[in-house]
């Protein structure tokens, strides 16, 4: 049982229909960017149904990658999901998460395995110095020339501070594409055994664009990185509300960028050794407004 009036919970709850596989799902606009549902939100709804079809609590999420097909409004949507191959210690599934009447949406596949025996490391670290999200600033702090409205996604659902970079709008040299930002959600998505929900980091790791920007500095056209895919590896339970989320771009040519990110949890009170709990690249476009 998953508690009752987390937003996280409510938006990414399934409804099983008559037809075997069938789901739907409602996308408030709370979790809206510019101008549709963050694709995190939408790629956990996926998962959710595909969960619920696999229906065993042995095998848990391990990796998952979604394809941006088309768009994904905000409101009542269709989850239709497909069992590839269900065994005994790791199962693949696929899910498509569209508007109602619309042809094509997300397109999700999930694999789930069991525990296994193997070796165990984490050759990858985060960056050293980074402050404590107390000390940061927030996305929400006012700007005095801020030229958009806040997003409801952020100005509601998950709460950034800036350990790591500049503002979009700050005069500065660019050099490296790279940022960290410390992450919350608003109302954290606990489950009862104290661990944050694993489908919502989904949500905090499908937020790459930032050290694209970083890299390139303030520009005099506005511009976006739409996602084009997400590969996700749920590596560790994360205990904490805050994540230090670690961005990096490595490429950018012929209109599109490559960019990863790693999740890391500092523990409750963030005194803990950094625990690598999430990893994740992306291929993402440029969108220019005239």
Request: net charge negative; proline share 8%.
């Amino acid at each position: 049982m998953t508690p009752v009036g987390i937003p996280f919970f409510e938006t990414t709850s399934v409804r099983p229909t008559d037809s075997v596989g069938s789901y739907q799902a409602t996308i408030d606009e709370s979790w809206n960017l510019r101008p549709l549902p963050q694709g995190g939100i939408v790629t956990a709804i996926a998962l959710r149904a595909m969960s619920d079809a696999l229906d065993d609590p042995t095998q848990r999420l391990r990796t998952l990658h979604t394809a941006f097909i088309a768009q994904v409004a905000a409101g009542d949507v269709t989850v239709e999901v497909d069992q590839l191959r269900r065994g005994r210690t790791m199962s693949h599934l696929r899910a498509e998460v569209a508007n109602v009447g619309a042809n094509r949406g997300h397109l999700t596949t999930g694999v789930f395995g069991s525990t296994r025996v193997g070796f165990a490391f984490t050759d990858l670290a985060p960056p050293a110095n980074i402050p404590p999200p107390d000390d940061c600033p927030s996305f929400r702090d006012p700007a005095p020339d801020d030229a958009f409205d806040p997003m409801p996604f952020w100005d509601r659902r998950v709460e950034g501070r800036r350990a790591l970079g500049h503002r979009w709008d700050e005069d500065y040299v660019p050099d490296r594409a790279e940022t960290a930002t410390w992450y919350r959600f608003d109302d954290p998505p606990f489950l009862s055994d104290g661990t944050i929900d694993p489908l919502s980091l989904v949500v905090l790791i499908d937020t790459m664009p930032g050290a694209i920007g970083e890299k390139v500095g303030r520009q005099d056209r506005q511009w976006f990185s739409p996602s084009v895919d997400l590969s996700v590896h749920l590596l560790d339970d994360c205990r904490s509300p805050w994540v230090l989320a670690h961005n990096r771009a490595r490429h950018s040519g012929d209109g599109y960028a490559s960019v990863d990110m790693a999740l890391w949890d500092f523990g409750a009170d963030r005194a803990d050794a950094p625990r690598l709990v999430a990893y994740a690249t992306q291929l993402s476009l440029f969108s220019f407004l005239d």
